[in-house]
């Protein structure tokens, strides 16, 4: 085995956050549920793990999973029904029925429901500052049980479960744990005439008019799904603040969003806006349409986090694809800090009737997650430390390259809606799609912005 494929990458993120993801060969399969075994994936094939047979109450239960997995392609959905077919072999008083929407719907779904209170047993929330309102209204209920049995808390990369965590108490569970990178087609980039990945801001700008003179859309994006522009707009942020923390220094009170840095951003973001970077019609793009632009070559890049790996491997251009750094922005910032992302996370409902099938369920779902996930070659942004030679099981270049960029992190923030309070991020998500509409003044945007966040501190 390569040394590449059997480094252990440990991660230090926004200087609090450690992620140790250990790439090591391993021969042994893991067929059971107990403490003493180890939960993470391997190599080999197998079947996933048990759950002990006092999960059995013998009563007819079924129990509604609301989930953010709606593309049948994609490799997480079939690792979640794959987890879910088995659990309710082993279980047969047990029904698991799927609840699945895309992650704008998923997410107003979700705050109508909190409203009647009426939210399904298992459901999936946003970390940190997104979730905060529904442990505030006591809407879910503490996990460190689940946690705690079968020796699951210790398959979980280090830290990562402080954006989950509450007053002492995890409210739910990471599905992943990522970066955001960009990804590129390698055939329209040469097509286009462009040798290497952006170094720059500028270059960037240069290889969009070069990409656009050949008839190829730049980089797709699914902004009708406001999130994804904001991704790209704060790895802007990231850059032109020289670093991070700009929101974490708006909230402390020693920035406003009128700062230089914030005005840069947005100028620099309409410019890749103006340079026609994206397809037309973005803001009637999802998010899902937009990866499919990517995956189909019909765009020639695509922007977004790590976990769109897998996906991207199983795709028509699977073996096409590189990924890079963003780009530094006028002289300014490190390519070694990226935007993290870690993951949307499983949470189970307080009024629910079946709690504790909810638990148990849990509980097995996420102790075969990484096993599962490592088999659909779909390793990359596990929240949990993932045993295997990649190499070896057949993954990619494209996803052992990027799992080398885990190992260069040097820092980052966390999105914007996972930093700042509801009313805030939703007035930032409208303030930025409007900007794919219409080219706005910087500087308007910026007050906007903090008219929003003094309106809601």
């Known amino acids: 085995m390569d040394t590449k494929s059997k480094k252990a990458l440990t991660i230090a993120v926004a200087g609090a956050l450690t992620l140790s993801l250990a790439a090591c060969g391993s021969n042994n399969s893991n067929n059971s549920g107990d403490a003493s075994a180890s939960p993470s994936a ?53 029904t698991i029925e799927f609840d699945s929407l895309n992650t704008d719907q998923q ?22 500052a997104q ?18 049995k079968n020796g699951l808390r210790d398959t979980y990369q ?23 990178v960009v990804y590129y087609n390698k055939d329209l980039f040469q097509q286009a005439g462009i040798s290497a990945p952006p170094a720059t801001f500028d270059e960037l700008l240069a290889d969009v008019k070069a990409l656009k003179a050949k008839g190829i859309t730049p980089m797709a994006v699914g902004e009708k799904d406001t999130w994804t522009g904001s991704f790209i707009f704060m790895n802007i942020l990231l850059r032109t603040n020289g670093g991070p923390g700009f929101l974490k220094d708006v909230v402390d009170g020693k920035k406003t969003f009128e700062d230089p840095a914030f005005i840069e951003a947005v100028e620099r973001f309409q410019d890749l806006i103006q340079a026609g970077a994206f397809e037309e019609g973005a803001t009637a793009v999802d998010a899902d349409s937009g990866r499919n ?17 897998g996906s991207i491997d199983a795709s028509p251009i699977g073996g096409k694809v590189a990924a890079f750094q963003f780009p530094t922005v006028d002289g300014k910032g490190d390519i ?30 996420c102790l ?35 799992m080398d960029l885990f190992g260069k992190v040097s820092g980052g923030d966390i999105s914007f809606d996972n930093t700042m309070n509801p009313a805030v991020s939703q007035a930032h998500l409208t303030s930025l799609q409007n900007l794919f509409v219409q080219k706005v003044d910087a500087a308007q945007v910026a007050k906007e912005h903090q008219t929003a966040f003094e309106a809601n501190k």
């Not at 993290?340 to 779902?365: C, R, V």
């Open 293 to 309: 632009l990517f995956t189909t070559g019909k765009a020639a890049m695509y922007m977004l986090g790590t976990w769109e790996t």
């Open 336 to 365: 070694n800090q990226f935007m993290l992302a870690p993951g949307t996370g499983y949470a189970i409902a307080a009024n629910s009737e079946h709690i504790q099938e909810a638990k148990d369920f849990l509980n097995y779902y």
């Open 368 to 402: 075969n997650f990484p096993k599962v996930q490592f088999e659909q070659k779909n390793a990359v942004g596990l929240p949990q430390k993932v045993d295997g030679d990649l190499k070896a099981a057949g993954y990619s270049d494209l996803a052992i390259s990027v």
């Open 107 to 128: 997410k107003q779904k979700l705050k109508t429901q909190a409203a009647s209170k009426e939210i399904p047993d298992i459901t999936m929330v946003n970390p940190a």
């Open 131 to 148: 979730m905060k309102p529904f442990v505030d209204a006591n809407l879910f209920v503490p996990l460190n049980d689940v946690l705690d």
């Open 158 to 180: 280090s830290g990562l479960l402080d954006y989950y965590s509450f007053n002492g108490n995890t409210y739910a569970l990471p599905d992943g744990n990522n970066i955001e």
């Open 42 to 94: 391997s190599a080999g094939g197998s079947q996933p793990a048990s759950s002990t047979p006092s999960a059995d109450s013998g009563k007819k239960v079924k129990l509604t999973f609301q989930n953010i997995y709606v593309d049948p392609n994609t490799p997480t959905y079939k690792t979640a029904h794959q987890i879910v077919e088995q659990y309710q072999k082993e279980h047969p008083n047990i």
